[in-house]
């Protein structure tokens, strides 16, 4: 394990003139894996269709991608990025994989690289599940990356299957009869596992050193890993400026989006989340500043705490149930050593 | 120098009057237009076309918005690039665009800016009638938000002849409702039109020299695809710190020696464009920022920083004149 000093002096595949949005989570946690990439092999990205690809691999100035001087003939900081559409970058990866392991069992490569996929949630979980599981099925030594924005951020704001219970988006709005999504979100963590991935983890780059560590180790790992990270959408969820780490970490510390990591064959863990319910921030502190929560929660004028409006107790009950039994379903999978 | 601002009205009976305005992606360019058409609809006289541009670039890249306004039926439906008004919503634009481009000698320029219409018209070297509005100083009043696209459709309601300006506040209600805005910013952005409306101020000017604003004339496909070639294709320098907020940069300061080396804004940063050396005791020192290629001032270093060494400041460098 590299130390975190170390990993954030490496040089960053990911470059700056990407056109996203200021403040976007998707560019930091792009930045982290373009360093912890940087190990001394060769790594070939497979993108689907999402926010972080149309708007860094634009066709004339895909300049956001890059090693700066560095040749493709420098092996150890070479790498590939191969696009394909939405669904299917998990599969490109898994393509790759076998490709890559056959020049290597014939000697026509000696070493051998790395492969990671980059998806975004509506890519990877709606339009493209039935990729994303056949590929964990069949166990490829590969490892997913999902950006979890919770709604399709490029094509509109449009809900996604784990969009949150009451979030306002383009296809569930918020109106005098509806009260925004209605459906549960996917429990994709129980999924992954179930699915038999070596290694699932749900972790954001506002916590750095424990985002190192399951991406070294999801890197390492010999079956297909499939790493969850939280990107806070600042067009999406609609909130100020400057706000995109805190809300990774309160999302975190209030339930919405744990972290947590679950080796096969190993008890799991979740991080950075009081069991007792007590100790947790209230869920009101990181809907708040969100307008996608703006009829459930409003800011208190006298006191300048977050309250939840008066007639909207029942959704926000639902809500807090609806964590709570998550937190539960995965302190059952932690607990398991399946 | 013909100005046409007498004749607008005729323009709209015999011709058509075309509009295109210049803003960033989230400054509010297609809600003006959007407004304007549905102000247009409830005329069954009038006929209206209006459609916005802008490439898969994000917040903050440049978007361009276009309308055509007519008695008569529309028949082009191509790019405009000799507009009668010619809209610049964002100063910060002027630094990616020329909002000026192919716009002939006497037309109506629209600048939402602090500048006054002379000041205007030398620094972007413009012939013609200008319009200036501070919208961005009145939406921070209503809104606490710089947006000036609720000032500038404002005067555009004054502008244009076939519109009354009284009406089209409850038009602009509407719209934001649809929106799905919430009530308060709705009545917020009502008050906002109100008191934007004969807030302009305007002079005739003639600063344009003949080889100003010229259509750049069209140069062969080059070496790049022809889907390359668009001129539309407006994020081609990505130097995405125009995308910042106009008027403010990224300030570092640390005379006292407090970074603590905990790498948390170079971690954080989503541009990649914080600047350290390693250094034996603390592990790395940040020194700056790469403030004038790609920092967009996402504010995430300054909420990050555990010691505020961070800081938004006002400048002057970027109200400086672009490439006109």
Not at chain 1, 193 to 201: D, E, P, R, S
Not at chain 2, 243 to 248: C, I, K
């Amino acid at each position: 394990m590299a130390k975190l000093i170390d990993i954030i002096q490496r040089e960053s595949c990911f470059q700056p003139g990407s056109s996203l949005c200021m403040g976007c989570m998707e560019a930091i946690a792009f930045q982290n894996i373009g360093k912890l990439t940087d190990n001394g092999k060769k790594t070939i990205f497979t993108l689907g269709t999402f926010c972080g690809e149309v708007s860094t691999l634009q066709f004339p100035n895909p300049v956001a991608w890059g090693r700066g001087e560095k040749t493709p003939q420098d092996w150890t900081k070479s790498f590939g990025i191969i696009h394909h559409v939405f669904e299917s970058a998990p599969t490109v990866a898994e393509g790759a994989r076998d490709m890559a392991d056959l020049l290597t069992e014939t000697g026509a490569m000696t070493d051998s690289p790395q492969v990671v996929a980059l998806s975004g949630d509506g890519g990877a979980l709606a339009i493209g599940l039935r990729s994303l599981l056949h590929t964990v099925h069949r166990g490829v030594r590969i490892v997913i990356f999902v950006l979890v924005n919770d709604i399709f951020a490029n094509t509109g704001f449009q809900y996604s299957p784990i969009t949150p219970l009451g979030a306002d988006t383009s296809t569930t709005p918020v109106t005098e009869m509806t009260l925004g999504n209605v459906t549960p979100p996917l429990d994709y963590l129980g999924l992954m596992i179930q699915a038999g991935a070596g290694l699932v983890a749900q972790v954001s780059p506002a916590y750095p050193k424990y985002f190192f560590r399951v991406v070294e180790q999801a890197l390492a790992c010999p079956e297909t890993s499939v790493v969850f990270v939280p990107s806070p959408c600042i067009t999406g969820w609609k909130y100020s400026d400057g706000e995109t780490i805190r809300l990774a970490q309160l999302g975190c510390e209030t339930g919405f989006f744990p972290c947590f990591m679950k080796e096969k064959g190993k008890k799991g863990e979740i991080k950075f989340l009081e069991p007792d319910i007590a100790k947790r921030p209230l869920i009101e502190e990181f809907m708040g500043p969100q307008r996608r929560f703006h009829h459930l929660v409003h800011k208190d004028p006298k006191t300048g705490l977050f309250q939840v409006r008066p007639g909207k107790e029942v959704m926000v009950q639902k809500i807090r149930d609806w964590i709570q039994e998550r937190f539960m379903t995965l302190s059952r999978l932690a607990s398991d050593s399946l | 120098m013909e100005m046409i601002c007498g004749r607008l009205e005729q323009i709209i009976n015999e011709e058509v009057l075309e509009i295109r305005g210049d803003g960033r992606a989230g400054s509010g360019i297609v809600l003006t237009m959007q407004s304007i058409v549905a102000m247009a609809v409830e005329d069954p006289t009038l006929y209206v076309q209006e459609w916005p541009f802008f490439s898969s670039a994000r917040k903050g890249a440049p978007t361009r918005g276009f309308l055509r306004l007519s008695r008569r039926p529309i028949e082009k439906s191509s790019e405009i690039t000799r507009p009668h008004i010619a809209i610049m919503m964002d100063e910060g634009v002027t630094t990616a665009i020329d909002f000026a481009e192919g716009v002939p000698r006497g037309s109506i320029f629209i600048l939402n800016t602090t500048l006054s219409p002379e000041e205007a018209a030398s620094k972007f070297r413009l012939s013609g009638r200008i319009y200036t509005i501070d919208g961005d100083r009145l939406a921070q009043h209503f809104l606490k938000k710089p947006l000036g696209n609720i000032s500038v459709f404002a005067l555009l309601m004054e502008l244009i002849p076939v519109f009354d300006p009284r009406r089209s506040r409850t038009r602009l209600e509407k719209i934001l409702k649809k929106r799905r805005l919430p009530e308060l910013l709705v009545k917020a952005n009502g008050d906002l039109f109100e008191a934007s409306l004969n807030q302009a101020r305007f002079a005739d000017c003639d600063y344009a020299r003949p080889t100003d604003h010229l259509a750049s004339p069209f140069g062969g496909y080059g070496e790049l695809m022809p889907g390359a070639q668009s001129r539309l294709r407006l994020s081609r320098s990505n130097l995405t710190s125009a995308y910042a907020r106009t008027g403010f940069v990224l300030q570092f300061g640390d005379s006292q020696n407090l970074c603590n080396g905990c790498g948390h804004c170079i971690i954080n940063c989503p541009e990649n464009i914080i600047q350290f050396h390693p250094d034996p005791e603390i592990g790395v020192r940040v020194t700056g920022a790469d403030v004038t290629n790609y920092c967009k001032l996402c504010h995430e270093c300054i909420a990050i920083c555990p010691k505020n060494l961070f800081s938004e400041v006002r400048t002057a460098e970027c109200w400086k004149v672009g490439p006109v």
